[in-house]
Nanobody, 118 residues
Framework: QVQLVESGGGLVQPGGSLRLSCALS????????MNWYRQAPGNQREFVAA???????NYADSVKGRFTISRDNAKNTVYLQMNSLKPEDTAVYHC????????????WGQGTQVTVSS
């Protein structure tokens, strides 16, 4: 059974930092492109950042220069370092694992709440 488990969310003041983690189990982590998405109340889920199997990274314009995605294949874990947080970063952050081998494989975590408020 494939599982994605996020951790590291919480309450932080504007300008602060958090590091989210997402652990993948039940399949081979190194085969997957790993993504972070977020969803704020009343909004659609939006892309935040991605890291491929070759560690190519991509970011949403709203987080470029503030967020950094990384992966540790030995730990089956992807990270999202979030700096200079703003109130508009408040959302539930979801981890996503994707790969294609004759068919799409697409797995989601349950999400972790990030709240940026003074």
């Amino acid at each position: 059974q494939v599982q994605l488990v996020e951790s590291g969310g919480g309450l932080v003041q504007p300008g602060g930092s958090l590091r989210l983690s997402c652990a993948l189990s039940g399949t081979l982590f190194s085969l997957y492109t790993m993504n972070w998405y977020r969803q704020a109340p009343g909004n659609q889920r939006e892309f935040v950042a991605a890291i491929t199997t070759t560690t190519y990274t991509n970011y949403a314009d709203s987080v470029k220069g503030r967020f950094t995605i990384s992966r540790d294949n030995a730990k089956n874990t992807v990270y999202l370092q979030m700096n200079s947080l703003k109130p508009e970063d408040t959302a539930v952050y979801h981890c996503n694992a994707q790969r294609w081998e004759r068919r799409p494989y697409d797995y989601w975590g349950q999400g972790t709440q990030v709240t940026v408020s003074s």
